[in-house]
C-alpha cells in the first residue's frame, strides 16, 4: 500500500458523534437555512473560536458545534483562516470526546448533551472577535443540509459497514495519491468517513500532507456537469486499480444507482 495512507486517528470511534450532529441540524432547519438565526450561530462560533484561541473555551452548543464543523469541511480555508487570526491551527476537542458505538440512543443523549450546555455560553452571543472566516459560512451550512439528509441512513450502519467504509476511503485516498492532479468524486461511505477525518483538522492536515504534500481539498460547490465527468473518471480508475466496481460492495450503503455525493478533491 501506498505509505501514509491509513489516517493516524481511529476514525471509527468518531463517526457516531458526527452523525449525532447530522441528526441534531436536521431538527433544526434554521441552522441550514440563511436568517438571523443562521447569522446569530455563525456570529457565536466567531467569538467561540476567539475564545477557543485564548483557552477559555473548551466546550461548545449545538449551533456553533454545526458552524464549526461546516468550516472544517473547507479545510483548506479552514487552515488559512486559523493562521491568518491566531497563527495557528484551532484544534478539535476530539482527542477528550469518546463515544461508545454500541450505544442505540446516540442521537438522544447526542441532542440533550448539546441543549444542555446551551447555558454556557451565552455570553458569545456579541461580537468580541476578529475572526472573520474567508469562505461564505452562510452558503456553506446551505450546503451541507442535502449531506445531512443522510443521518438516517448513517445511522443504521453496524460496525461491519463503517469498519468497511474507512477501508474504501483508505483506498480512495491511494488513489488519489497514485493520480495526481485527477478530480476524484466520493461515495456516500466514503464521504462520511472523509467528513470526519476533516472534523479533525489538527490530524487531517498532518495526513493529508504527509501523503500528497499538501492539503487535501474538498470542494462541495461542484456543478452537476462536472460531477458527471470527476465520477466517471473516478470510476475508471477505481476500477483499473481494485478491479471491483466504485459504487458496489458489501455493506449495502451504496448500489450502482445511486447517485455520489456532491464532493469532490480540488
Known sequence: GVAGS??????????????????FVRSRPNLTTPGPAL??????????????????????????EWVWHVHRLNPVSYEKDCMSTFKRLIPSSYSRVRHKLSDENKKQSFNEKYDAIKELDKDISDNISSFNPSIDLVQACVRQKKFGEHAEMYHKLSMTDIKLAASQYRKFLKLIKSNPGVTFVPTLAIDLMWHTHMRIPEIYVRDTKRLLG???????????????????????????????????????????EDIPNKDKTN
Not at 487535501?216 to 486499480?241: C, G, M, R, V, Y
Request: glycine content about 6%; overall charge positive.
Open 39 to 64: 447569522d446569530l450561530a455563525i456570529q457565536r462560533y466567531k467569538n467561540f473560536m476567539y475564545l477557543r484561541a485564548k483557552g477559555v473555551a473548551r466546550r461548545t452548543s449545538g449551533d456553533v
Open 214 to 256: 499538501k492539503i487535501l481539498p474538498h470542494d462541495d460547490t461542484i456543478d452537476d456537469e462536472n460531477l458527471s465527468t470527476a465520477l466517471q473518471k473516478t470510476q475508471e480508475l477505481w476500477k483499473q486499480k481494485y478491479n471491483v466496481d466504485y459504487l458496489v460492495y458489501k455493506g449495502g450503503l451504496e448500489r450502482k
Open 6 to 23: 491509513r489516517p493516524s486517528f481511529p476514525l471509527i470511534k468518531y463517526v457516531r458523534g458526527h452523525v449525532a450532529l447530522l441528526f
